[in-house]
């Protein structure tokens, strides 16, 4: 149904991001927990549309922006996660010197850029998307304006960034010029018609694949995550973690879920995923056996964690992949929610050995991490695990078990700097005692979510399950 109403949730997001910058400018306050909670309440009016508009199909400007029941439940656990993050963010701010206003209205553009990009099936409606999400990230990357590192990682963000949407444009120029078109099911319907231009197509669709391969950060163009991870605040660092990842996986879902059934031969561009993936795993975790620093360690997980999910891609199961990272919200930003617990003003407790004791001294943190910790290595009975033996056996009923096998081999290797935080936590002697600030409840409320999410999806993932069916098979068909 084509209907203004398909802008709802786009426009609420908006809307809140330009009254913030407003209220910042006139008012003035040196407390900034009012934006936070305008923010909340537009997240929380934003969902309540998302939820009313569950199988009602609205789209407007002739269907190029459309909110189909996928598009719908990824836009809502995308802004669960926002909303986690500005919970997160409400006296971390203030204790790190970011206390600025427009952090909100960043975080909301951003938002915004990543609702555009799962809304549509067109290639430029997409990168328009994708700019407004890349523009608002390389600020929020450096709004640690009294740190180097801080400032090191929104020039890496945006220099490779701005290669990455290079290659998205030169990619969706030669589709355009293969297909007459930008429109995602068109594009990819050319390849099981087209002949005289197919090759042309076919790099177009590789450089889209690379472009979309910097914003998921598999492996060999991950280049940025750790040093961007490390530099940026932490509440914006678990938000590159899981938004910009989910929208990119999105993306491809949209492309590869057509293309798997009419392109006549899919081999090079299969390969080109297997590669991408095996390396994705094995380097992610590898690299991470080294680290030292949480954040570092967490960035190459994510990367591990692009490389599994790639898996799903490639064995042609999209509701393994949509499963995977509603899991992936609730373990990644309730791990970063637990690193960003043990900061006070004075520093940020980020080194390995700044864990040692931790989980004796302060239990629930302690606990709350350590879950998180075993959701992300795959041990039952958390949605880590269950996310993980859908992917590997929709990958196995496809004939991919070579891939299985560096997969669970993979995440064997990655046991082992999990489980080291956690022995850093419970069975070594503390040198020097660390202080936090325990007066954060929005904090406390995201480790107890994150918590409850991570085992209820491990334990009962029936009702999420329903959705996820649902939302899947609103694709159209081909």
Same mark, same amino acid.
């Given at each position: ?367 709350? %991490?350590? =879950?998180?910790? #075993?959701? *992300?290595? @795959?041990?039952?009975?958390? /949605?880590? !695990?269950?996310?993980?033996?859908? &992917? +590997? ?50 904090? %406390?409320? =995201?480790?107890? #979510?994150? *918590?409850? @999410?991570?085992?209820?999806? /491990?334990? !009962?993932?029936?009702?999420?399950? &329903? +959705? ?11």
């Amino acid at each position: 149904m084509n209907t203004f109403y398909a802008l709802a949730p786009l426009l609420i997001i908006v809307a809140a991001s330009l009254l913030i910058l407003l209220l910042e400018v006139f008012l003035k306050r040196e407390s900034k927990n009012y934006l936070a909670y305008i923010s909340l309440f537009f997240l929380f009016a934003c969902g309540f549309a998302c939820f009313n508009f569950w199988n009602k199909e609205y789209s407007y400007f002739n269907g190029n922006l459309f909110l189909d029941n996928l598009s719908l439940f990824l836009s809502f656990i995308l802004i669960t996660a926002t909303g986690f993050v500005v919970l997160i963010s409400l006296k971390y701010i203030q204790l790190q010197d970011t206390n600025y206003g427009e952090y909100y209205s960043l975080l909301l553009l951003a938002l915004s850029g990543m609702l555009i990009m799962v809304s549509s099936s067109d290639f430029l409606i997409i990168f328009l998307g994708l700019e407004v999400l890349s523009i608002s990230s390389y600020a929020l990357a450096g709004l640690k304006r009294e740190d180097e590192k801080s400032s090191e990682a929104a020039v890496k963000y945006f220099l490779l960034g701005s290669f990455a949407s290079a290659f998205l444009v030169y990619g969706i120029a030669l589709l355009y010029g293969a297909s007459h078109s930008t429109n995602i099911p068109e594009v990819i319907h050319f390849f099981s018609t087209g002949s005289d231009l197919g090759l042309m197509a076919l790099i177009g669709l590789g450089l889209v694949i690379i472009a979309f391969g910097f914003k998921i950060a598999v492996v060999p163009f991950h280049m940025w995550t750790p040093d961007v991870y490390q530099g940026a605040p932490t509440p914006i660092t678990a938000f590159f973690s899981f938004g910009p990842k989910a929208v990119g996986f999105a993306v491809l879902l949209r492309v590869f879920y057509p293309y798997w059934k009419v392109a006549l031969n899919s081999q090079a561009v299969f390969w080109l995923l297997w590669i991408m993936s095996v390396l994705t795993m094995v380097v992610g975790n590898l690299i991470a056996l080294r680290q030292t620093n949480l954040k570092r360690i967490l960035a190459y997980s994510s990367i591990a964690h692009a490389g599994y999910l790639m898996i799903a891609i490639l064995a042609q199961d999209n509701m393994s992949l949509v499963f995977y990272l509603t899991v992936y919200l609730f373990m990644n930003i309730g791990a970063f929610a637990a690193v960003i617990s043990l900061s006070n003003k004075e520093k940020e407790h980020l080194e390995l050995d700044d864990y040692a004791g931790v989980g004796f001294k302060y239990p629930w943190i302690g606990a709350t %991490f350590s =879950v998180f910790l #075993l959701s *992300l290595a @795959g041990f039952p009975p958390t /949605g880590g !695990f269950l996310a993980k033996f859908y &992917v +590997f056996s929709a990958a196995v009923r496809q004939g991919l078990i070579p891939l299985v096998i560096i997969a669970v081999l993979a995440s064997l290797v990655s046991v082992f700097y999990y489980l080291r935080i956690i022995i850093y936590m419970y069975m070594k002697e503390p040198a020097y005692e660390i202080e936090i600030h325990r007066e954060n409840p929005a904090l %406390f409320l =995201v480790l107890f #979510l994150c *918590l409850y @999410g991570v085992l209820q999806l /491990g334990l !009962f993932p029936g009702n999420i399950l &329903v +959705f996820i069916k649902q939302a899947i098979n609103s694709l159209p068909l081909f």
